[in-house]
Structure formats: structure tokens, C-alpha cells
């Protein structure tokens, strides 16, 4: 059995895995950063304690204080909003947390004998897609999340490519148009700034600022600044022309990422999550047609292996699940 962490800047939810993905046990509280690494930390011991709470029959094997037990605990596996290094278990840097700098594993085996480790958010939600979800089984994987921005892993030969500084998987941040639009990395033109729901609000306001006759503009009560993905997919389905073109020059945007992956790493398949994947049916067909149409190995038709696109499965267990399996992948 292990346990698997996912550490948000809101939330920080656990849960006791087993060694095929399922999920025995869970546990959450918000985060609390109010005293800075302290809090962050006990947070963690508090979700912790509640997945090895003594009526449960759980411990992580060599805990302190728990008796008696059923199961011993193998690992601890926590996902981290940032950059970690994996070898030493220090946090390099995460900017919504007070962690950077902080070596996370030392600091909790001060409660815990069991071996810690730590991995990217992004890249532990990956590997658990490899081990139970849209990849599951799958050698060479790369996972995509729509959010806020755009979120990425690298599954290799079964395990996650970290890179020479941990920082490896940064998908949102490859430049597809040159001078674009200004992105929160300091960049201009990222591909976050346009597959991302933010980068999709950003171009319906666009739009909409030149198209009063929209149907989104009576969605969102005559206030553009209200216009989110939900309604815009909405108006999309419903047949609005400006919401057509911008949920197509989205699309176009996300295939042109997912194209240079495919060229750059081709590999067996790519799964697509976060929120606006819950979409996922609106606009498969046309990113898929898109990406035939594009992709290098368009000249190599009578190949019978191309990567697959597919929606990812596990929602927000991937994380907690891929933290868990950093003990054993």
C-alpha cells in the first residue's frame, strides 16, 4: 500500500493507493500556508494521520505512534505545483506555496521511517493516467491539462522525464506564433496563452468586442467579462457564428501544440484533461482532423502505428494516484 499526495495551493488531498491504482482511502484539507513551510508541512502530517488512522488498520511502516496494524505503508509520494529534485526530495521551486527551498522529504521523515518522494504535480497526474486511467499500460504517454493555463507530463519508457533540472514536461510554454500574445512566463505567443481556458475566454472577448449580434453576449448577462468556457461551448453547440470561430481558431491552437509533440516525440498516445476536456466531444473530431492533416507522419500513411489522442479518465485522482505510484514506476 501507499500513500499519494496531491499539494495544491487550495487543497491538499491524500489517499492510500494500491500497487494497481486503486484508491483504498482519502483524505483532504485546505492548505495552509498561513505559517509559511510549518503549516504547509503539518497539513500534510494532518492528511496524513487521518489515511493512517488506527481504526483504519493502516501505517506507513515505521511510523512512531500507530498501533496496531494490517498493512505496512511502502512509500509517500507527493505531486508538487513546481520544481522538485526527485534525488535529494527538496522542493527548487514552487510559486504559489512557501516551499522553494525546502527539502520536503527530510522535513517529514521526522515523523515518517518510510522512504519520501516528490514529483511535479503535472507529471505525477501523468503516470497515474499510465497506471489506471486513459494510458494505463502505456510505455511512452504525454498528458495534457486544460486549466488556467496548460499542464504537461512525460511518460518514457514507463517513467516520468524529468530532464536535467527536474523542470522537464513544461508543455504550455513551447511558442506556437512568434510575438503573440504577452504570457505569464515573461514570453510572448506560448501555447498556454491560446489552449489554455484562460487563452480561450481571452479570444472570445476578442471576438465578441466585434460581434454585438453574438448570442454570448446575452449568455453572460451583457457583461463580456462573465464569459467563461461553459458558455462558450454553449453558444458553440447552439450554432452562434462567433462562437464557431473562436471555438475553431481554439482548436487550431491546441492541434498546433499537439502537432509538435507528435513530430517532436511521437509517442503512443496523448491524453487530453483538465476542464475544458469535459468538452472533449464538442471538438475531438475536429482537432483529430486537424492533427492528420499536420503531423510529419502524414507522409508515412501506410504506417499502422500513429499516437492516439484520447481524453484522460481520472480526473483530479490522477495526481493523487501518480503520487503514489513515484514509489514504484
Not at 184 to 198: L, P, V
Amino acid at each position: 500500500m501507499y500513500i499519494g499526495i496531491d499539494l495544491g495551493g487550495t487543497n491538499t488531498a491524500g489517499a492510500i493507493v494500491d500497487g494497481s491504482g486503486v484508491i483504498i482511502k482519502r483524505a483532504g484539507r485546505p492548505t495552509d500556508t498561513s505559517g509559511g513551510e510549518k503549516t504547509v508541512v503539518e497539513g500534510i502530517v494532518r492528511v496524513c494521520e487521518e489515511l493512517l488512522d488506527e481504526n483504519h488498520n493502516y501505517e506507513v511502516e515505521g511510523h512512531y505512534d500507530l498501533q496496531p496494524h494490517n498493512y505496512a505503508m511502502h512509500c509517500i509520494g507527493i505531486g508538487i505545483p513546481g520544481t522538485v529534485d526527485g534525488d535529494s526530495g527538496a522542493v527548487v521551486f514552487t510559486p504559489n506555496l512557501p516551499l522553494s527551498g525546502v527539502n520536503l522529504a527530510r522535513e517529514l521523515k521526522k515523523q515518517y521511517a518510510c522512504p519520501i518522494f516528490l514529483g511535479n504535480d503535472a507529471n505525477c497526474a501523468a503516470l497515474g493516467e499510465v497506471v489506471a486511467g486513459g494510458a494505463k499500460g502505456v510505455k511512452d504517454a504525454v498528458l495534457i491539462t486544460l486549466g488556467t493555463g496548460v499542464g504537461g507530463g512525460v511518460i518514457l519508457g514507463g517513467k516520468i522525464h524529468t530532464g536535467l533540472s527536474g523542470a522537464a514536461g513544461e508543455l504550455g510554454h513551447m511558442v506556437i506564433s512568434t510575438g503573440g500574445r504577452a504570457c505569464g512566463c515573461g514570453r510572448r505567443g506560448c501555447w498556454e496563452s491560446y489552449a489554455s481556458a484562460s487563452g480561450l475566454i481571452r479570444t472570445a472577448k476578442e471576438y465578441m468586442r466585434l460581434h454585438k449580434e453574438s448570442s454570448l453576449w446575452e449568455l453572460c448577462g451583457g457583461y463580456h467579462e462573465k464569459v467563461d468556457g461553459r458558455l462558450i461551448f454553449k453558444a458553440y453547440r447552439d450554432g452562434d457564428r462567433v462562437a464557431e470561430q473562436v471555438v475553431e481558431r481554439y482548436v487550431r491552437s491546441l492541434a498546433a501544440g499537439i502537432v509538435n509533440i507528435i513530430n517532436m516525440l511521437e509517442p503512443e498516445l496523448i491524453c487530453v484533461g483538465g476542464g475544458i476536456s469535459n468538452e472533449w466531444d464538442s471538438f475531438a473530431d475536429k482537432l483529430q482532423s486537424i492533427i492528420d492533416r499536420e503531423k510529419y507522419t502524414r507522409f508515412s500513411p501506410q504506417s499502422a502505428s500513429h499516437t492516439r489522442i484520447v481524453r484522460a479518465e481520472l480526473g483530479n485522482d490522477a495526481g493523487i494516484i501518480g503520487a503514489a505510484a513515484l514509489g514504484y514506476m
